[in-house]
């Protein structure tokens, strides 16, 4: 088992997150709060406790049924995902439309940096050196965030057209600061190896997770975390969780063979900790949006 945590609340003001699951959904207006969970372990969490419903109307009642049937599943799911990418993903008259579903890209960006730049303060000794958007698409949170405050950005996408698009999107300048790697997030086995041989500084992964398993989320968490440098490295997560009239405790799956023809999975943050947990990670600072979590985690090693 592991610590689940109480939640001391701050208020700060900040740009509302966009959605990635069940997309098309209202973005909140700027001077939007987003809450700081001052993390204070106080009981266990069983994997037993993780349970949720999938679009069939399937219960899970515990997270080893939950990880069972994904397993049996993954590759039909996974290659249902990767149709719905090649085929224009979230479609929309934009490139950041495609990849997120609706307009709010610009806003979450701002989110984004505002969250960077806390840990950048939190943590001095941070270097911002080598950045990876992990799971990139065509570069959104490369352009919005991480070459504003990183000198190179690594970006790995597993889509082929995307990962081909994302030159022209981030345009001549930017992509000069880039390298371009067309892989799947849980089938790299050493990323400094397989980049230039350099550790990285910082590993962004957002709106990604949720189209893996969570035993192949494990095993990616923890092959990124093995990339990042020592001491200093941190690795930051961004995710949907359950909102509005959603209970916040149960996760909601999505199956190819419902509405929206994919597999993709809205995590509860118990259920996101435990993954953590097995990947050797712990969370130094998780923020809650409108939508989202976002964590920033490193390793406890």
Known sequence: SISIYTVVVQQHTAMAAGKKNKKKQQHQTANNATTTLTLTPTCPVHPDSIQGTDDNGTFYASHDQLAAVQ?????????????FWSQGGYGGNTDDEAMIGDAGGHADGQEGLAFLDKMIARYPTM?????????????????LVLLKRYRTVRLVEADRELSKRSRMY???KRAARCDFTCQRLEEISDIVQQGDGCFVDLIWLQWTLQYLTDLDAVRTLRTLAQGLSPKTGMLIVKENRPYGGARSDRFQMETPSGVNGRYDITRTDAQHRLLFHRA??????????????????????
Do not use: F, H, P
């Open 280 to 301: 050797g990670l712990k969370v130094d600072l998780a923020e809650q949006g409108y939508e989202t979590n976002t964590y920033a985690i490193s390793s406890y090693y």
């Open 71 to 83: 397993q049996e599943n993954k590759e039909e799911w996974y290659r249902a995902n990767a149709a």
């Open 170 to 172: 981030l345009g001549k």
């Open 127 to 143: 270097r911002c050196q080598r950045a990876m958007d992990a799971g990139a698409g065509v570069g959104r949170v490369t352009k």
